[in-house]
């Protein structure tokens, strides 16, 4: 499978319900030192997204213009577009995401992440 797709299949794990609601699952995909700052402003670190995001309502997401860009041997940044589906009371959403995963111990976690609010 090529990195491309490996890492779109993780951004996409990440947007699943399942994944969403489990911590375990979300530790496996989250790096110790992972942190992020998301399209409302705020900043998040890997505990707190471990507390909040399985008690959040699940809303249904999509990825779209993916594209990864090697960093080094073990370092990958991935963008892409997000629309957050819309909900009863909130229009869609799009957004313009990046992450930085890092391969480590056979594996590819996230370190960081942004998200920036863009017009739908």
């Given at each position: 499978?090529?990195?491309h797709?490996?890492?779109l299949d993780l951004?996409?794990?990440l947007l699943?319900?399942?994944v969403r609601a489990?911590?375990?699952?979300?530790?496996?995909l989250l790096a110790e030192d992972f942190f992020e700052f998301g399209a409302s402003g705020g900043t998040w670190h890997r505990s707190e997204v471990l507390q909040r995001l399985p008690g959040d309502e699940f809303v249904e997401r999509s990825i779209s213009d993916f594209s990864v860009k090697r960093l080094s041997d073990v370092l990958v940044l991935a963008t892409y577009r997000c629309r957050r589906a819309e909900t009863a009371g909130q229009p869609a959403l799009d957004s313009r995401r990046s992450s930085i995963w890092r391969f480590?111990?056979?594996?590819?976690?996230m370190?960081?992440?942004q998200g920036t609010q863009v017009p739908a």
């Open positions: 499978m090529s990195l797709q490996q890492l951004e996409n794990r699943q319900a399942e489990d911590r375990e699952k979300l530790r496996a480590d111990q056979g594996r590819w976690q370190i960081f992440h």
